[in-house]
T-cell receptor, first 114, second 113 residues
Framework: EPEVTQTPSHQVTQMGQEVILRCVPI?????FYWYRQILGQKVEFLVS????????KSEIFDDQFSVERPDGSNFTLKIRSTKLEDSAMYFC????????????FGQGTRLTVV | KQEVTQIPAALSVPEGENLVLNCSFT??????LQWFRQDPGKGLTSLLL?????REQTSGRLNASLDKSSGRSTLYIAASQPGDSATYLC????????????FGKGITLSVRP
């Protein structure tokens, strides 16, 4: 079965440092997403990406965040200067075309900012 | 703005019981609804996708129903097992080619041996 792969599984970083979370979506999918889940809270949308540009972003996705798909396979989320409140599980998801397609999620990266 | 609610937040049942998990959403203009399973500290595993035009979808011991007009979905689990213990989340997707999912907070299920 196809799968979305995320690395690393866990990252600990100091406040103010930059982090890059990596994702390899399913190869024939067109739409890519980042979501996050703060411990004990809902999974919440951050950003969607299609055709090499951002389609939609939430109010959480401020100037500290950026996404790119540098080589046609990897999909990355960069947080420039991490804050304590960025500690969360970050999920990458990908979606194929059509109404009948399900969103596939990666196993997540647990980011801990200390 | 779409809101998805799952009540109760937690449920404990004895092994073998049939159970129903509820999900409600405020905006009935959806493309589809997806049920996920999440084990503690882990990722989201898709269980069932039900399109807006469908009433039911089945996979093994799981059956999801959708009543779009009333903004409700249920996930029925037959003959529950301790291995079913996990958090179950529902998420709705509005129309649009690359629309985002809106999640409920999930129901944490514990199946007692």
């Amino acid at each position: 079965e196809p799968e979305v792969t995320q690395t690393p599984s866990h990252q600990v970083t100091q406040m103010g440092q930059e982090v890059i979370l990596r994702c390899v979506p399913i190869s024939n999918h067109l739409y890519f997403y980042w979501y996050r889940q703060i411990l004990g809270q809902k999974v919440e949308f951050l950003v969607s990406f299609y055709n090499n540009e951002i389609s939609e972003k939430s109010e959480i996705f401020d100037d500290q965040f950026s996404v790119e798909r540098p080589d046609g396979s990897n999909f990355t989320l960069k947080i420039r200067s991490t804050k304590l409140e960025d500690s969360a599980m970050y999920f990458c998801a990908s979606l194929g075309q059509g109404m009948n397609t399900e969103a596939f999620f990666g196993q997540g990266t647990r980011l801990t900012v200390v | 703005k779409q809101e998805v609610t799952q009540i109760p937040a937690a449920l404990s049942v004895p092994e073998g019981e049939n159970l129903v998990l509820n999900c409600s959403f405020t905006d009935s203009a959806i493309y589809n609804l997806q049920w996920f399973r999440q084990d503690p500290g882990k990722g989201l595993t898709s269980l069932l996708l039900i399109q807006s035009s469908q009433r039911e979808q089945t996979s093994g011991r799981l059956n999801a129903s959708l009543d779009k007009s009333s903004g409700r979905s249920t996930l029925y689990i037959a003959a529950s097992q301790p291995g079913d213990s996990a958090t179950y989340l529902c998420a709705v997707r509005p129309p649009g080619a690359n629309s985002k999912l809106t999640f409920g907070k999930g129901i944490t299920l514990s199946v007692r041996p």
